[in-house]
Nanobody
Framework: QVQLVESGGGLVQPGGSLRVSCVAS????????IAWFRQAPGKEREFVAVIRYNSHTYYGDSVKGRFTISRDNAKNSVYLQMNSLQPEDTAVYFC???????????????????WGQGTQVTVSS
């Protein structure tokens, strides 16, 4: 059983920064594709960023240039550095993982078999 544990969410002012973390266990971490999704109340889950086993990265249009995803295989961890945060970034942020996902499915939340519990990020003054 794969487990994903998130941390780092909280309250931040507009224009501020925050880093959320996802620690994985239960499977060979270095070979996994790890993604971040977010979901605001009443809205569908939205793709944010993904990092593949080879460290290639992809971002959703709304966060390009502001967010950076990275991984530390030695720590079984993936990070999402969020800069220039705006109120519309307020959401529950989830990490997700899969070991068989293909390139065309990277932005599809239904393609991921494993999910963390989510961490709340609130951007407000």
């Amino acid at each position: 059983q794969v487990q994903l544990v998130e941390s780092g969410g909280g309250l931040v002012q507009p224009g501020g920064s925050l880093r959320v973390s996802c620690v994985a266990s239960g499977r060979t971490f270095s070979q996994g594709t790890i993604a971040w999704f977010r979901q605001a109340p009443g809205k569908e889950r939205e793709f944010v960023a993904v990092i593949r086993y080879n460290s290639h990265t992809y971002y959703g249009d709304s966060v390009k240039g502001r967010f950076t995803i990275s991984r530390d295989n030695a720590k079984n961890s993936v990070y999402l550095q969020m800069n220039s945060l705006q109120p519309e970034d307020t959401a529950v942020y989830f990490c997700a993982a899969d070991w068989s996902i293909i390139l065309s499915e990277l932005r599809n939340p239904r393609a991921y078999d494993y999910w963390g519990q989510g961490t709340q990020v609130t951007v407000s003054s």
